[in-house]
């Protein structure tokens, strides 16, 4: 049932669900010209329907492209739908279709029994603070 047929209220954007976004902060990039062109950009939030991109540099995105998202392996038809600045909100198109895994994200949990176990393997170097500045030769350092 609609809200408009329970109480004859009008449906405004109120009264519509909107779909879950969430914030995530993934690399990407916007491929169009038959998937001949390609443009780095930042995901910075995702929803069922679209999505808000950044893009640096002032790179000119066309009105339609093709996002690629390494990390999800996953590419989907887009459609610009406003832009302020480097930001851009785009629409999905058509369906999320598998790519190939560009790359895993991994996340190594930390484990105290080894860094107990084996000291020397999991210690940076410590830093030479007292190392002589270099002098210059000739305007150059040696």
């Known amino acids: 049932m609609t809200p408009d047929e329970n109480n004859n209220a009008p449906v405004t954007a109120e009264t519509v669900e909107r779909p879950r976004r969430m914030r995530v902060f993934k690399g990407a990039h916007a491929a169009f010209n038959q998937e001949h062109s390609a443009v780095p950009c930042i995901v910075r939030d995702l929803s069922e329907t679209g999505a808000k991109i950044e893009f640096n540099l002032g790179w000119i995105v066309p009105t339609h492209f093709t996002l690629f998202v390494e990390l999800d392996a996953f590419k989907v038809e887009c459609e610009k739908v406003w832009h302020r600045g480097d930001l851009y909100g785009v629409r999905f198109t058509g369906p999320r279709m598998p ?44």
């Open 99 to 142: 790519t190939e895994l560009v790359r895993k994200q991994r996340v190594d949990l930390y484990d105290a029994r080894n860094v107990a176990e084996e000291p020397e393997a999991t210690q940076a170097p410590a830093p030479a603070f007292n190392r002589q500045p270099k002098k210059p030769v000739f305007g150059k350092f040696k």
